[in-house]
């Protein structure tokens, strides 16, 4: 069965410390993973896509197959980080729906 | 652009009642997803519209149901109200072959 798990509902770190959100999935397939960050009274919306590779905002993500997992890395939180974090999967095909994980509210202590 | 809008905003209705919600896609996409989004929950898929059809559904029931139109905006409908119907209906649009969604800000649905 298709899931997305994040572990930590709650995630609590100081500015200027590393911060790693963890997502963990299962798919019979090939999926396409990604994180999605919702700021205070603000919409949905896409910070990072693994296939893409890329450094948003300072973070990053890699996807490890081995352990299913896709998590999210900052090595330096900033305050504005703090918000709440959606990792989700989708297949690679065109069309495939995309399940979310719970969520993780991440707040960076000043 | 706006990206993606969706209206109302907030709604209140009674159980039983029925209510549909609506959608503009951003520009140039053409596949639009539901997602229904309970408090302290992700976002949970409903369905997905392509080309005016339904083309994924998840584990919602009949009541839910939708539509497409020819310029690619939807419509969200829910027949027979139930208290736990309550929550945060998301839009989402998604760019021509490609696999990330856009999301709107969401209607805010509350069944008393």
């Known amino acids: 069965a298709q899931r997305v798990t994040q572990p930590e509902k709650l995630l609590s770190v100081f500015k200027g410390a590393p911060v790693e959100l963890k997502c963990n999935y299962s798919?019979?397939?090939?999926?396409?993973l990604f994180w999605y960050v919702q700021y205070s009274r603000q919409r949905l919306q896409l910070l990072l896509r693994h296939i893409s590779r890329e450094s948003i905002k300072g973070f990053t993500a890699d996807l490890n197959k081995g352990e299913t997992s896709f998590h999210l890395k900052k090595p330096f939180a900033q305050e504005e980080d703090s918000a709440m974090y959606y990792c989700?999967?989708?297949?690679?095909?065109?069309?495939?729906?995309?399940?979310f994980g719970t969520g993780t509210s991440l707040t960076v202590i000043p | 652009d706006a990206g993606v809008t969706q209206s109302p905003t907030h709604l209140i209705k009674t159980r039983g009642q029925q209510v549909t919600l609506r959608c503009s896609p951003k520009s140039g996409h053409d596949t639009v997803s539901w997602y229904q989004q309970a408090l302290g929950q992700g976002p949970q898929f409903i369905f997905q519209?392509?080309?005016?059809?339904?083309?994924q559904r998840g584990n919602f029931p009949d009541r839910f149901s939708g539509h497409q139109f020819p310029n690619y905006s939807s419509e969200l409908n829910v027949n027979a109200l139930l208290l736990g119907d309550s929550a945060l209906y998301l839009c989402a649009s998604s760019p021509q072959n490609r696999a990330e969604q856009y999301f709107g800000p969401g209607t805010r649905l509350t069944v008393t």
């Open positions: 798919y019979s397939g090939s999926p396409e």
């Open positions: 519209y392509y080309e005016e059809e339904e083309r």
């Open positions: 989700a999967l989708s297949g690679v095909s065109r069309g495939n729906q995309f399940y």
